[in-house]
């Protein structure tokens, strides 16, 4: 399973945001995946003044993603290309990252965001 950047942040903020599946099957997977992208993302909303942290973003990430044991996927020149090939249904580009890891992984995704099925995303 892959966490979209919105859902890392929701479980960052003690899960709250997320549906009570979501939780579920959070806790009893055996590994969980964050895209290195989601802390490009997260840099750029902070800096933008759209997202306050405690601490520096680089810092934030890595210690949320230790505290929960969250395994972090590299953007590889797989998944970059794969990443520009998909078909123009999402302008996000750090979405876009996303979609492609998880379509080259075979990962469900965790998000609120109801395009990723069209790209053929198996979402929680």
């Given at each position: 399973?892959?966490l ?13 945001d997320?549906n009570?599946a979501?939780?579920?099957?959070i ?7 964050v ?30 993603t230790?505290?929960h044991?969250?395994s972090?996927?590299?953007l ?5 290309v794969?990443?520009?090939?998909l ?19 075979r990962?469900?995704v965790?998000?609120?965001?109801p ?7 198996e979402v929680?």
């Amino acid at each position: 399973m892959l966490l979209d950047t919105c859902a890392l942040l929701w479980l960052a903020e003690g899960a709250k945001d997320l549906n009570v599946a979501a939780r579920r099957q959070i806790e009893s997977s055996r590994v969980v995946y964050v895209s290195a992208i989601s802390a490009f993302e997260i840099g750029l909303k902070h800096r933008a003044g759209k997202l306050s942290l405690p601490v520096p973003p680089g810092e934030w990430f890595e210690r949320i993603t230790e505290h929960h044991g969250l395994s972090v996927l590299p953007l590889d020149w797989k998944v970059c290309v794969a990443a520009t090939e998909l078909p123009p249904l999402h302008k996000d580009p750090c979405d876009r990252f996303i979609i492609a890891t998880a379509k080259l992984r075979r990962l469900r995704v965790v998000t609120a965001d109801p395009r990723f099925r069209d790209y053929g995303v198996e979402v929680i």
